[in-house]
């Protein structure tokens, strides 16, 4: 086998559908030499692998790839999105039901967040919902601390600058004032870090409050925090064009099982207990 092989795909790609790492993940662990290929330590994700070439990570052979999967989360505030936290707070994998598989999160909601979170054993599906180009509305759920007129929000349609950093126009929505604070509606088509936080201080408010409420098509509902809900199958194929056995663009399979079928932009879900 060559590193110019034009076979199969790459290495890092087939990391990430087996459910081992995100493909950003599966280059570091390459450049780390903790993956083999027919016993064979790679140091470069430029390869191209098959079903016929063993892969290992830390000497262990990689499951079958496994079908790709995603699902609702409610995360509550109180915990960090990310796989381990370096000052030993609790993160959202601590709290998933013991039943879930090995799965990563779609973007990232901040500590004193919640709401809609999704979570996926497929590294391809992660790539392709956190691309900037994918241009998903995110709609949240917004309490500030002031009295909100429309000239405050003029701004935030238009982009502000926060710390150099300029954000794209959202949509804001003064749905209602309730003695010192108000509630906003805010969409927007980025996730940088904090954006609504920040975005909100530099025309004189204070978020107290932000909920996520959806994620492009797929919408936190009646989900209580820390619940989870799987997406169908058929939601995948509907929705991102996914074929959750194949991992390509092909038709999926019809889906099984109880869940029911929702109509609209609304995701069809299987509720877990």
Not at 95 to 117: A, H
Not at 198 to 208: K, P, T, Y
């Amino acid at each position: 086998m060559t590193n110019d092989s034009p076979k199969g795909e790459r290495i890092a790609k087939v990391i990430a559908r087996a459910g081992r790492a995100s493909r950003r993940e599966a280059e570091r662990l390459i450049a780390e030499g903790r993956v083999s290929v027919a016993g064979r330590v790679i140091d470069s994700p430029a390869l191209n692998v098959t079903a016929a070439d063993r892969v290992a990570v830390d000497g262990k052979a990689l499951a079958a790839p496994e079908p790709a999967r995603l699902w609702l989360y409610h995360k509550p505030t109180g915990l960090v999105s990310t796989a381990r936290d370096e000052k030993g707070r609790a993160t959202i994998f601590d709290k998933l039901p013991d039943d879930m598989p090995r799965v990563m999160s779609i973007g990232r909601l901040d500590l004193n967040s919640e709401g809609l979170l999704l979570l996926t054993n497929d590294g391809a599906i992660k790539r392709r919902l956190e691309l900037p180009s994918t241009g998903w509305l995110r709609k949240y759920r917004v309490r500030v601390n002031g009295r909100v007129t429309e000239d405050m929000l003029a701004p935030l349609r238009r982009g502000v600058t926060s710390q150099g950093e300029t954000f794209q126009p959202m949509s804001v929505t003064l749905d209602r004032q309730q003695g010192a604070n108000a509630w906003l509606t805010v969409g927007l088509r980025e996730g940088r870090n904090r954006e609504i936080r920040r975005a909100m201080e530099e025309v004189g408010l204070s978020v107290n409050r932000l909920i996520r409420v959806s994620y492009g098509p797929f919408q936190l509902g009646q989900l209580k925090p820390g619940q989870v809900e799987e997406v169908r199958r058929r939601v995948l194929r509907d929705q991102l064009g996914y074929d959750a056995d194949a991992g390509t663009d092909a038709p999926a399979q019809q889906p099984t099982g109880t869940a029911r079928r929702a109509t609209g932009p609304r995701p069809v879900r299987k509720r877990r207990s």
